[in-house]
């Protein structure tokens, strides 16, 4: 019998019909967790999940919001952020959540282009962003508070307290969402603005539940009852489906991570099975676990554990070119399992992790085959704001190199100048307010044109090159990806970030900054007495090893893809900067901005 089509599968569904079906399904079981001031972990059940929002969805109504209303929301990673979505989603209001880093002029520019009524924000300090642009939120009736005061002030008289809010007497969800349409909007993603000022993606209700499904095929499995950290921001796609929108279809387990730095501790403790991380989170805990081989004192154990790694990568290797596994490797195997592979899995927390997921940006193939040597499965999934999160994904039959093959559902296409083009359920609804920027991306024949060339095999596997607009273009004429080469100089250990340079320049350059975490370590072992950044990275003991690693990078491209020269950085480049947006890509402009000196030293 013929597998029902995603569409049929989810025609006339919304979000508030998962909801009810998982609260049916698992009321008494766990369904938000986060940690208490006093650093003890609390719990919801989905039935104290459900009851909340359904008393946050009679109190909205009584400060006035009505299907097809639009409200804002500034919150951390928190368990109220699920509540207050939920109930949106349950009266058919529009809910746009604003990254935490926001400016109060980027505040304003949300809030106003969305005409938004209702703001919902965790604290004083999110809650004066929006006050020193009050005048200008004119739209703005209604403004909440979850935490109230800092200590040393309360907010104002008129500003409403979240849990008075929650005293209101609990709606009947199922009531009040049966005028919720498929084609009612959910939400809109406002992108993170990398060049420009952002656009508003616009998704309804239909884009997240048929999203969740093509997913939930891929995965094939039944994924109630799993772990999963949320931390990051939920004003980005991939967390508002990974740890919002799906986890309300499924039933699966979130704990609230209020602080990206804390994620490896929290991994720890929650021990997932199911993770999607952007590839610095990865990056950060390979480079970490490789440090800690290389700073090991004793040469026949940091020996033993180089050569268990290897061991671990042989079989993952032979499993991903579907091998027979001897038996003189798989016992080598089961000796790197026990003596290291295994401990490895458990300190970092991912001993029990059945899908982990790297997206948002390229990620190196040393990093990815470092985890699936050690056990854990990791895969990249391959999408955009536009397409509800994801476009192509394989989380079993991975093949390195490539961001896996179009999901159930999707169909996907190459345009004539290699740019990869989808269309399918996942597709979003346009640009609000921009109907102009809406026709460029979307063609007459429903394909959404995402602005990456690609390349696609005989398999149907995808692997991006670049964005159009990345591409350097060398004063001799040559096309090179930038993300390529940084993504392998990433791969060691001592680089935490590096933006390649070369534009309608003779050669290719780098700006690279030192990872935080390990380069104090590193120094150390290697006999370099200084401890700050700065000084780190004029330490020509730490220039000779990043030289090394370049020297050893370039030998995977060819002689005009190669580093010619490159400068150390003396500060460190964080999310949402002027460097970076909050999912951690390279604000590309903004550093040649920053930084033109130092690029032009290198060509003087």
């Not at 929290?266 to 805990?285: A, Q, S, W």
């Not at 790297?358 to 536009?386: C, D, Q, T």
């Not at 390529?484 to 003779?506: C, F, H, T």
Request: aromatic fraction near 8%.
């Amino acid at each position: 019998m013929a597998e029902t089509s995603i569409d049929d599968a989810v025609a006339g569904l919304t979000i508030p019909t998962f909801f009810g079906r998982t609260v049916a399904r698992c009321g008494d079981q766990p369904a938000l967790r986060w940690k208490g001031a006093d650093g003890t972990w609390q719990e919801w059940t989905w039935n104290d999940y459900a009851e909340r929002v359904a008393r946050a969805a009679t109190a909205f109504r009584d400060l006035g919001l009505r299907r097809g209303d639009r409200a804002v929301l500034m919150l951390r990673n928190i368990p109220e952020f699920h509540v207050a979505d939920a109930a949106f989603c349950h009266l058919g209001v529009c809910s746009i959540s604003i990254y935490n880093s926001s400016s109060p002029d980027q505040v304003q520019y949300l809030a106003a282009h969305s005409e938004a009524k209702i703001a919902i924000v965790e604290d004083m300090g999110f809650l004066d962003r929006f006050l020193t642009m009050r005048d200008e939120l004119p739209a703005i009736a209604t403004y909440v508070i979850v935490r109230d005061g800092d200590g040393d002030r309360a907010a104002p008289a008129d500003v409403k307290r979240w849990d008075e809010l929650l005293t209101a007497e609990p709606a009947d969800l199922e009531k009040i969402s049966q005028d919720v349409r498929p084609d009612d909007l959910a939400t809109v993603i406002y992108t993170s603005g990398t060049t420009g000022p952002p656009k508003g993606v616009v998704l309804d209700h239909h884009n997240i539940v048929w999203t969740g499904e093509s997913l939930l095929r891929a995965i094939d499995d039944d994924i109630a009852g799993w772990r999963q950290v949320s931390y990051l921001p939920m004003a980005h796609i991939a967390e508002r489906m990974t740890g919002h929108y799906n986890p309300m279809r499924t039933g699966s387990i979130v704990a609230c991570c209020p602080d990206t730095g804390l994620i490896a501790e929290y991994l720890r403790d929650v021990h997932p099975n199911l993770l999607f991380g952007v590839p610095r989170i990865f990056e950060k805990i390979h480079a970490g676990v490789m440090a800690v081989v290389a700073n090991e004192p004793d040469a026949e154990r940091r020996a033993a554990m180089e050569n268990a790694l290897a061991v671990g990568r042989k079989v993952a290797e032979a499993k991903a070119n579907g091998e027979n596994i001897d038996d003189d490797l798989r016992a080598q195997h089961e000796q790197a399992e026990q003596a290291v592979l295994g401990l490895a899995r458990m300190l970092t927390g991912l001993d029990e992790m059945k899908v982990a997921i790297s997206g948002a940006a390229p990620i190196s193939e040393e990093v990815l085959w470092f985890f699936r040597a050690i056990g854990v499965n990791l895969s990249e999934i391959y999408g955009m704001s536009e397409s509800t999160g994801p476009i192509t994904w394989d989380p079993y039959d991975v093949r390195i190199g490539t961001v896996g093959r179009a999901l159930p559902g999707v169909e996907v296409t190459l345009a004539d100048d290699g740019e990869v083009c989808f269309r399918g359920g996942n597709a979003f609804r346009g640009y609000l307010k921009d109907d102009e920027k809406t026709a460029d991306a979307i063609d007459a024949d429903g394909w959404v044109h995402t602005g990456d060339i690609g390349e696609i095999d005989g398999d149907g596997y995808l692997r991006i090159v670049d964005r159009k607009k990345e591409l350097i273009i060398t004063a001799g004429g040559k096309n090179i990806s930038p993300a390529n080469i940084e993504s392998i100089l990433k791969s060691y250990p001592l680089i935490g970030q590096v933006a390649v340079i070369g534009d309608r320049r003779k050669f290719l350059s780098a700006l690279v900054v030192l990872d935080p975490d390990v380069a104090p370590a590193w120094a150390a072992q290697h006999g370099v007495t200084v401890t700050s950044f700065a000084a780190l990275a004029d330490d020509p003991v730490v220039r000779a090893e990043i030289e090394r690693n370049v020297d050893d990078a370039n030998r995977h491209f060819s002689k005009t893809e190669g580093i010619k020269k490159f400068t150390i950085l003396r500060e460190e480049w964080v999310p949402d900067s002027e460097e970076m947006t909050p999912t951690m890509k390279l604000k590309r402009r903004g550093i040649h901005e920053k930084y033109a000196a130092e690029i032009e030293a290198m060509y003087a």
